[in-house]
């Protein structure tokens, strides 16, 4: 592994365990067995590994969503796709997934929320290309994409709180039908 990817899993797994603002760059550096200038050379500041630890992470997920997106099918096919997506790709990344989702609990004027503050307009975008199927939404699309994304997440969170040592993340595909069938109702009602 070279230095620049030791240095984001170090980080990672720092930032995961307690927290991008309780970790400092020396921790990053100690525990990477590197030096200040080198994670400086790659990364400019702690920020900016932030910012490169997440883009690299996230555009992994992005890509796997616009596909999910753009695959024809009705909305219950696109957000069980999405849904599926997110699911899956929690189970593959578990550690990061769940930083970057802590990272949106953050106040608004934290550094680390304003660099994941981007995800959410691939989601309202589901639902705006969904208008046909859905009537006059009366500009409800940001609040069915929140909604959506806040459903997958809590669903992520629990069955993550309940893991045990050792067990891995997994949410089956019946049960991914059923989060969507019940978002859906509650959408259409």
């Not at 990672?12 to 080198?38: C, H, M, S």
């Not at 503050?117 to 705006?128: A, G, L, P, Q, S």
Request: with cysteine; aromatic share 14%; glycine share 8%.
């Amino acid at each position: 592994m070279d230095n620049k990817e030791l240095i984001k899993k170090s980080a990672l797994n720092l930032f995961y365990a307690r927290g991008y603002d309780a970790v400092g760059v020396q921790e990053i550096v100690n525990t990477a067995g590197i030096t200040k200038p080198t994670l400086y050379y790659y990364f400019g500041s702690k920020r900016g590994l932030l910012e490169n630890l997440l883009q690299s992470g996230y555009q992994q997920l992005e890509d796997e969503i616009l596909d999910a997106i753009n695959k024809s099918g009705d909305l219950k096919d696109v957000l069980y796709r999405v849904a599926r997506t997110f699911f899956d790709y929690c189970s593959k990344h578990q550690k990061f997934y769940l930083f970057m989702l802590s990272l949106f609990y953050l106040g608004r004027e934290n550094e680390a929320y304003q660099v994941v503050e981007r995800h959410d307009r691939m989601m309202v975008k589901i639902f705006e290309d969904a208008a046909g199927q859905l009537g006059n939404m009366r500009g409800r699309q940001e609040l069915f994409a929140v909604g959506f994304t806040g459903v997958l997440n809590h669903h992520i969170l629990t069955v993550n709180y309940s893991l045990k040592e050792g067990e891995t993340f997994h949410i089956s595909n019946e049960t991914t039908y059923e989060i969507v069938h019940q978002f859906l109702h509650g959408i259409y009602t």
